[in-house]
């Protein structure tokens, strides 16, 4: 499946926006866009352009397309399933990224970053109910058990990155049991925790055109 390949800190910069796509280097003084937080480029200190309502709309969709680590396809596929749903469209859009299988990962702390969720999600590390899920876009649903494969218990990255969850925190939608090396999908995800500022609107708006 096509991804993107380039410097993830260059998209950051693009969106002046910390997404945190390098997983425990973004906490840390090397992160690129605390170090150079203006645009990448040759002129990218220089860029003071009145923004028309198009190029808002664009950004926002780019930067959460971006976050969520999705290429312009199925992203666009995301939000048709989306505006048939039953509901706000933006806000549907945004639970089904959140209920995405590499993102559930990421969010219960077994990565450290969505696209490492990504890698371990396509290498088969994990069971759903158990058996083994290779898609990282899979929909986990309530009441679904997410567990560690018994042959990756002793995974030193995955243990760190349980370590470093706690700085993070898991939200109230996901539960953790990290003794086990799994956790269970409670509810269905919130609008109030997905902290990121996201206008879901605004991509609402320009896929409306």
Known sequence: MARYTGASCRLCRRENLKMFLK?????????????????????????FRKVSNYALQLREKQKVK????????????????????????????????E??????LYRMGFASSRNQGRQMARHGLFTVN???????????????????RPKNLKNAVIADNLEGAVRR????????????????VKALPNR??????????????????
């Open 23 to 47: 997983g425990d280097r973004c906490y840390s003084d090397k992160c690129a866009f605390e170090r150079r937080s203006f645009a990448p480029g040759q002129h990218g200190q220089n860029r």
């Open 66 to 97: 971006q976050m969520y680590g999705m290429l312009e396809a199925q992203f666009h596929r995301f939000f048709k399933n989306a505006d048939a749903g039953t509901g706000v469209t933006g806000e549907i859009l945004l639970f089904m990224l």
């Open 99 to 104: 209920r995405r299988f590499d993102n559930t």
């Open 130 to 148: 158990g058996k083994k899920v290779n898609i990282p876009s899979y929909q986990v649903k309530p009441g679904d058990v997410i567990a560690l």
């Open 169 to 184: 925190g898991v939200p109230s939608w996901l539960e953790l049991d990290q003794t086990k090396f799994q956790g269970t």
């Open 192 to 209: 109030e925790e997905i902290t990121m500022p996201i206008q879901e609107q605004l991509i609402v708006e320009l896929y409306s055109k």
